[in-house]
């Protein structure tokens, strides 16, 4: 006889799936902007994965009841509220989406020199996000057949900067040192802010809550065991990159990972790499695209936003959703093209982070109203220190793109709700007396 838990995750699948919802292609580009930052960089990756432990526990014992994380969020602080986290949430999306395809198009150009100055870079990520919009309309089918290349197209490449410093402290060949950069507070808090991007997916563990088998204690293990997994991954990974090259030529490289290993085994492995890494780069773009749509989706048929945007296609995507959040990528993107190619990688992540450290936020708050416990209560509190230290590091200017991002929801929703009544108001007048 069938048991009531067969076919649901375990304490392995789960921690399983909450690594393979971490790692994306923002490491591959990290270590251009970690570069500087020198040992800091180290640093920040440690704070940041005991800060994402911290931020992923309250969330996902927010989310256990199995209905994610809005509805929760919405029973304790009200729809509006709701509202604002998932905008919040679809800000994160379509704002990471650009940084993603940035990232692609400055591994493109380490294949193709042409591209590799700033405009070039830039108006490529466009093209990117222009031609996985048009991949998303053919429907999800579609879409789910172009992410399957990712899994590992995306791990090779970090195991093969590893596998090349184990062989060269074999061989006792020396090895690059860090950027001299000193200590202090203001660089480990960029460092932090940084490197937190890179952890953040973890919270896709909170939805299929009734899909776990014993939720309340796989997940917060699984939170545990898959970030210390993934931090000693990171770390790893980018610290070798910076161990095989100049921290200066780092700095400039559009391709690290490529340029590491191209140092060591040739040009002919290095493209293969930028190959590699630009395929899986093309495939988390049309997987973050079509989440940005879903969400832009999800709020229309709320009335959040204009119901328009509710419209699908015959293959039953919604084909304006996808437009809204690819075009606010593309321009994003193209508003900052004169921007260094590592200064506007920087810029964007940290943008996208600012918007998703809100979610992050209330999800605390609510783990807090709905959770007396000294436990959840002294996470919660870990949780709002950290997400006030990564507001510092993320700096001023993408402090205030992504709350200025986020806070336009309200304006937003009140124009589409006035819209809507007034449409409605129009209809009902329109319609004959019996």
Known sequence: MATHDEGKMGLPMTTAFVISSIIGVAIFMLPVALAPLGINAIIGWLISSIGAICLGLPLARV????????????ETFGSTVGF??????????????????????????????????PGSVALLSASLIALTFLVNVR???????MAIVIALLKILPLIAVVFLVALKAAAKEPLQPLWTHPISIA?????????????????IVSAPVDKIHEPNRAIPRALVIGLAIVTLFYLTTSTSVMLLLP??????SPAPFA??????????AASLMVVGIAISAFGCIGCTAMQGGELCYSMALRGDV????TWVNSRGAPVLSQLVSSGLAIILVLSNANRSTAGLYTLVILVAEVAVLILYIVAALAAWVRERTLGTRALVLASIIFCAFAFYGSGLEASLWGLGLATSALPVRAISRRLSRS?????????PSS
Not at 247 to 252: E, L, W
Not at 259 to 265: E, F, M, P, Q
Not at 306 to 309: A, C, D, E, G, N
């Open 63 to 74: 989310a256990r009841g199995g209905n994610g994380i809005q509805a929760p969020i919405e």
């Open 84 to 117: 604002m986290v998932t905008w919040a949430f679809w800000v994160s999306s379509w704002s990471g989406l650009a940084a993603i395809a940035i990232g692609a198009a400055s591994t493109i150009s380490r294949l193709v020199p042409g591209f590799a100055n």
């Open 139 to 145: 429907g999800a089918r579609a879409s789910g057949g």
């Open 187 to 203: 660089s480990v808090a960029t460092a932090t802010a940084l490197t937190l991007y890179a952890f953040t997916g973890f919270e």
């Open 247 to 252: 921290a200066d030529q780092v700095a400039r």
């Open 259 to 268: 340029d590491a290993v191209g140092t060591s085994w040739g040009e002919i």
């Open 306 to 309: 204009p119901k328009t945007l």
């Open 423 to 431: 449409g409605s108001a129009l209809t009902a007048a329109q319609r």
